[in-house]
């Protein structure tokens, strides 16, 4: 009942494991049957590998956490070797995220994981933690337009890219990477935020700023999904502080196709076996045989 | 091990001071010293567990010696018997008890007491001979346990009330230890492994960090090692000082 079909690929369910919060899954493993999961995407990779940001990396806020990891990840080609073929075998949709440091490396690394099993590739065009790349291409479409374009040449997988908040105008940032060739958007990613150490009179991440997820946003992320599915016609995949089945069924209601469950997986670590529940105990007491009777309904 | 993630019966949760609790949980799964769990006592806020380490794990129960620092630390310390709490764990690599032998010192500053307890039980166990170096602001806790295991304690506070007025980082002479084993706050850690290794002695701290899944998934934790980034979570909280402090 709560099938889905996104870009082609049929998930058992819309619920995805948020990049940077499912590690590349094996991590979960003693806690929850990834098979049951929707999908998982992968921690953002990069051609190159990464150590990422230096100082603290984490802060707790009301009902939501900051970090400050900036894409600490052993590379693409370490990822293809390494961690994909065991993702490969949680018989679930595996995306790969990925991120870069300039157009070129957007493209390489998009080419070597075309040449791959991996299901999907989810572009990170909206990591607030790195200096190069990242949201340096979410926040103007112009910018959008080129990397995304680029990449669609380098790749015949579905290709989803992931939006950031930050963006200038998100719903023409959307019109332009579905234009761009993107077959889906995921959105949103975290929002630019901060936080002061009283003590030492100074920001606490080295970046001084940082990405705000968890409930807090939520929201927030579930106007701009609504704002963003009413302009596209590719599917898009909610995200945005999702801790449960009712939130989950909010954002498809607001027309997303699929969610994801981020910063919700460390309140517990098989949260997203309990959304899955809930989502499926709220149909079957509303009567709603499929999730299409729903989506978009608002 | 596997790690698993599940409620678990609070026995006991006992004052020791002002701020310091004693939490006990059955728990029959092993627990290694050293490792430590996720706590969490409350719903969605605040959002993320809390890592604390494991202080005791016998005849199925664990028990968590902490601090209230904060707002997490504070709802645990609410906590009464007969509540469940949830725990994820064991988790990390701990001490490498099997690796030990011989004449130990065992050090720690504060509430780096927590972790120390159970490695010591385990060293004794196996035939070590363990000397216990602490150090306090003003009244010391806990002490008892490992006066009745250790050789010697030496005791070191801020205030001077109690045992030596000082550092206990002055009180340790590596040399004739065949392993020292510490933890406590990091810039004390850093003296002790800085010292440990000019003296030849194998040295092994546990590390302390903000981390926000506890399984090596966030990397939120990560610190630098002379083998490269690790997961305080995943790879320690214990590393040896030489990987840590490489530079000495």
Partial sequence: ?298 | MAITYQKALITANEQMTDTVFLLKAQWSAPTQPGQFFMLRTWDKAPLLSRPISVHNWENGIVEFLYEVRGTGTDLLSQAKAGDFIELTGALGKGFPVENISGKVAVVSGGIGIAPLYYVVRALVQKGCTVDFYCGFRDKPYGLEKFEALCSNVYLATDSGNYGVKGFVTDLLQPEGYDAVLTCGPEIMMEKIAHKAMAAGTAVYVSKESHMACGIGACLACTCKTKGGPKSVCKDGPVFKGEDIYADC
């Fill in chain 1, 1 to 298: 009942m709560l099938t889905v079909n996104l870009c082609g690929k049929t998930l058992k369910n819309p619920v995805i494991c948020a990049s940077g919060t499912f590690g590349y899954g094996s991590e979960y493993a003693d806690m929850l049957d990834l098979s049951k999961l929707g999908g998982i995407s992968s921690k953002g990779l990069t051609l190159v590998p990464k150590y990422g940001n230096e100082g603290q990396r984490l802060a707790e806020t009301a009902s939501g956490i900051i970090n400050s990891i900036g894409l600490q990840n052993p590379g693409v080609e370490h990822f293809i070797a390494h961690e994909l073929p065991d993702m490969l075998k949680m018989d679930t949709c595996i995306l790969a995220n990925l991120g870069g440091a300039g157009i070129e490396d957007y493209e390489k690394g998009a080419e070597l994981l075309d040449a791959t099993d991996v299901h999907m590739i989810e572009l990170n065009i909206s990591c607030p933690n790195v200096k190069a790349g990242g949201i340096a291409y979410g926040v103007k479409s112009e910018s959008a337009k080129e990397v995304v374009s680029r990449v669609r040449k380098c790749t015949t997988k579905p290709l989803i890219v992931k939006l950031s908040p930050q963006a200038e105008n998100l719903v023409d940032m959307a019109l332009t990477c579905q234009d761009a060739g993107a077959d889906g958007l995921s959105l949103v990613n975290t929002f630019t935020a901060m936080a002061i150490d009283l003590e030492k009179r100074k920001p606490i991440f080295n970046n001084v700023y940082a990405g705000l997820s968890g409930p807090a946003i939520k929201p927030i992320a579930l106007r701009m999904v609504h704002q963003v599915c009413k302009a596209v016609q590719v599917p898009v995949v909610g995200l945005g502080g999702i801790a449960s089945g009712r939130d989950a069924l909010e954002f498809i209601m607001a027309g997303a196709t699929a969610i994801q469950v981020g910063t919700a997986n460390f309140i517990k670590p098989d949260i997203t076996m309990d959304i899955i529940t809930q989502m499926q105990q709220w149909c079957d007491k509303n009567g709603v045989k499929s999730l299409d009777e729903i989506r978009g309904i608002v």
